[in-house]
């Protein structure tokens, strides 16, 4: 069987490197080859380093202030002469991104087998301005076999009608990413994390990522603020922010960030650097979707700067808290959290509903056994 696996982005690249390493393993069965889409190419490539992923198929079409319309038809009309070249029987893409959808349009309209890695995620907020509950839906709309990471998402697959033997309940492939990585990470810290160890000593950190597009403008203001306000009443403490290279992210990070001493603002981390200082951080202040179910599994509590949340499972599960971006409500409820010790702990001690490590083994297993 040939198996394409597409995407773009960075955390594509995580989630889907586990899936490529499985497939590789079996090539008695599988001829496996790569298609990057490089919808975002520095933060793709060094994920592509670290898990020794060479793409068969480079479409490189990374351009600044790159537009949705111009994104979507690059990556159909450029996934033709790949899909017309290797001819393969499933095409895999993983998620809710640009690349996700135009992708398994291209293979749909090949008439390919379209398996999304990740399905089911909703908010069923179909009015949402930003593109990611609808690319997951037009993708889930499109493909034949669904790898859902919980029983939740599952549901919201079954809600849509979609068959039931077309869905499997896998975890997520994070996790397998995951703990395939920690133990490498940990017995080999690199140079930069060598210096921000010494530098932060035996201090606690907060650590803060964002990037969504919900946030860009007045949500990253406000968010700043809130980092800016606990950093002046931590002074002990770092906040770590590795910034996303939009420029979006980048403009109210700087103008409002740049001064506070206690602020450490540093470049996007290497994968393996993130992971290790994830490992580090007492809480974690984020609007990341896949953070959020690496934390679980490293037992940090989690902020989440967002008013809505596809992942519902980590917050019942109660190590995710969704804060919106209100400056008051994350400041109060960081700090709440810091000088709580018991919460902390009892935090960090909770089941992961996001997956066992075993996602990949039981996709491929899945495909392996389909009769055509
Ligand atoms: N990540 C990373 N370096 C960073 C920040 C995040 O490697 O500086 C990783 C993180 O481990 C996670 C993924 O990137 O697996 C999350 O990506 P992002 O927040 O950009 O996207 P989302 O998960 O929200 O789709």
Redesign the pocket.
């Known amino acids: 069987k040939k198996i394409l696996i597409v995407f773009g982005?960075?955390?594509e690249a995580?989630?889907m490197a586990p899936l490529i390493k499985e497939f590789k393993k079996h090539t008695n069965i599988f001829e496996t080859k790569i298609c990057v889409t490089a919808q975002h190419r520095e933060?793709l490539d060094?994920?592509l380093d670290f898990f020794e992923v060479i793409p068969d198929y480079d479409l490189d079409l990374m351009k600044t202030n790159q537009n949705l319309f111009d994104l979507t038809a690059k990556i159909i009309t450029n996934m033709k002469p790949v899909l017309d070249d290797f001819k393969p029987d499933f095409v895999f893409v993983h998620?809710?991104?640009t690349t996700s959808m135009a992708a398994s349009i291209a293979a749909y309209y090949s008439g390919i087998k379209v398996c999304h890695v990740e399905a089911g995620l909703r908010t069923f907020d179909k009015n949402s301005p930003f593109p990611e509950e609808m690319n997951r839906q037009i993708t889930g709309r499109i493909s034949d076999y669904h790898f859902a990471p919980t029983s939740t998402s599952k549901e919201n697959l079954r809600i849509e009608n979609i068959p039931e033997e077309r869905i499997l309940v896998t975890g997520n492939t994070?996790i397998d990413?995951?703990l395939q990585s920690v133990d490498k990470v940990n017995n080999n810290p690199s140079t930069l994390i060598k210096s921000i160890s010494k530098t932060i000593g035996n201090s606690e950190i907060i650590l803060v990522?964002g990037?969504?597009r919900e946030n860009h403008g007045e949500g990253f203001i406000r968010i700043c603020d809130a980092l800016k306000k606990i950093a002046k009443d931590n002074k002990g403490r770092f906040i770590i922010y590795?910034v996303?290279l939009n420029p979006k992210v980048q403009e109210p990070v700087r103008l409002i960030l740049s001064e506070v001493t206690n602020i450490l603002l540093i470049a996007?981390?290497?994968?393996q650097?993130?992971?290790w200082t994830?490992n580090r951080a007492k809480l974690i202040i984020?609007?990341?979707?896949?953070?959020q179910e690496?934390a679980l599994s490293l037992g940090k509590p989690v902020l989440v700067m967002r008013d809505t949340t596809e992942r519902p499972e980590a917050v019942e599960a109660g190590t995710v808290l969704l804060v919106g971006t209100d400056t008051e409500t994350i400041v109060t409820e960081a700090l709440s959290l810091l000088n709580n010790p018991e919460r902390l702990q009892s935090m960090s001690q909770l089941h992961n509903p996001y997956g066992d490590g075993y996602a990949c083994e039981r996709i491929v297993n899945f495909i392996s056994e389909l009769q055509n």
Request: aromatic share 6%; proline share 9%; hydrophobic share 35%.
């Open positions: 982005t960075r955390p995580i989630k933060m060094q994920v998620g809710d991104t994070v990413a995951l990522t990037h969504r590795p996303h996007p981390l290497a994968y650097d993130f992971i994830m984020t609007d990341s979707g896949g953070v690496e």
